[in-house]
Nanobody, 111 residues
Framework: QVQLVESGGGLVQAGGSLRLTCVAS????????QGWFRQAPGKQREFVAE???????TYADAVKGRFTISRDSAKNTLFLQMNALKPEDTPVYYC?????WGQGTQVTVST
C-alpha cells in the first residue's frame, strides 16, 4: 500500500521560510517523478513544482526563484524549500508521485 505523508507546514510571517517534507512508504522514488501541488479553499488544485526521474526541476511561475524542490531517493523523501513566502502561498500543500497523493499540510502566511 502506497502512503505519502507530508509535514512541515505551519504559520509563518510574510518573507519567512518553511521546508515541507513528504515521506513515502510502499513506493520507490528512484527513476520516477514527484511533485508538489497546492489548493486553496474553493479553488482548483494547482501545480507548484516537479522533479523528474532524471532530476530535472520544473516550477510554476508564481514560485520560481523562491521555492526549491529536492528529494532523497534513498530515503523516499521529497522536500519543498519555500523562501520569501507571500500571503498567496497560504493553501494546503500536497505531494504526489505516480498518481498517489498525500493528505496535505497547511501553510499559512501572515502579513
Amino acid at each position: 500500500q502506497v502512503q505519502l505523508v507530508e509535514s512541515g507546514g505551519g504559520l509563518v510571517q510574510a518573507g519567512g521560510s518553511l521546508r515541507l517534507t513528504c515521506v513515502a512508504s510502499g513506493y520507490m522514488f528512484r527513476g520516477k517523478a514527484q511533485g508538489w501541488f497546492r489548493q486553496a479553499p474553493g479553488k482548483q488544485r494547482e501545480f507548484v513544482a516537479e522533479i523528474a526521474g532524471g532530476g530535472a526541476r520544473t516550477y510554476a511561475d508564481a514560485v520560481k526563484g523562491r521555492f526549491t524542490i529536492s528529494r532523497d531517493s534513498a530515503k523516499n523523501t521529497l522536500f519543498l524549500q519555500m523562501n520569501a513566502l507571500k500571503p498567496e502561498d497560504t493553501p494546503v500543500y500536497y505531494c504526489t508521485g505516480s498518481g498517489n497523493w498525500g493528505q496535505g499540510t497547511q501553510v499559512t502566511v501572515s502579513t
